[in-house]
């Protein structure tokens, strides 16, 4: 069996999708920081078969939760304090999204304004819709 130790301060990223953890890596930008990072890939789940987690030794105030409630808003956020969980964070849809996900229409104004931010609007928070804020254009996680 395989054993983590506890972390001090930081979060638990728990119920990852197995096998996603990594690319959540990368869009969390935990790699720009400079702290510790355990990932635990293919963990056994009873809720979900199996699952990844991430434990990350740094403030809460460093992730992004915005980015990751885009990417999956059913994660588990545990915040950590003294080894402790002292919080579960609750993960909903932004409304707003800035430099997520690129515009992939070629009219778009984002495709000529190099300097532009890529903005897409929750348009339907049911099915999980995002539209490009100036053409659009619908973002689609396919």
């Keep these: ?6 972390i001090r301060e930081g979060f638990v990223l728990d119920h990852i999708k197995a096998g996603a ?3 959540l890596y990368h869009s ?8 510790t990072v355990a990932i635990i890939k293919n963990a056994r789940s009873n809720k979900l078969g199996k699952k990844d987690i991430l434990k990350v030794e ?3 105030n ?3 939760l915005d980015v ?3 990417i999956d808003h059913n994660i588990t956020v545990n915040v950590i304090k003294d080894e402790k969980i002292v919080d579960k964070k609750v993960l ?3 409304k707003e999204i800035k430099n997520i996900i690129k515009c992939k229409n070629p009219r778009c104004i984002t495709s000529v304004e190099q300097g532009l931010p890529h903005v897409f609007i929750l348009a339907d928070e049911k099915n999980e819709v995002y539209r490009c804020k100036y053409c659009e254009e619908k973002y689609s996680r396919l």
């Design 1 to 6: 069996m395989l054993n983590v130790g506890k």
């Design 21 to 23: 953890s990594l690319s």
């Design 28 to 35: 969390l930008q935990l790699d720009k920081l400079d702290c």
């Design 58 to 60: 740094c403030d809460i």
């Design 62 to 64: 460093e992730l992004n």
């Design 68 to 70: 990751l409630a885009f």
């Design 92 to 94: 909903v849809l932004p």
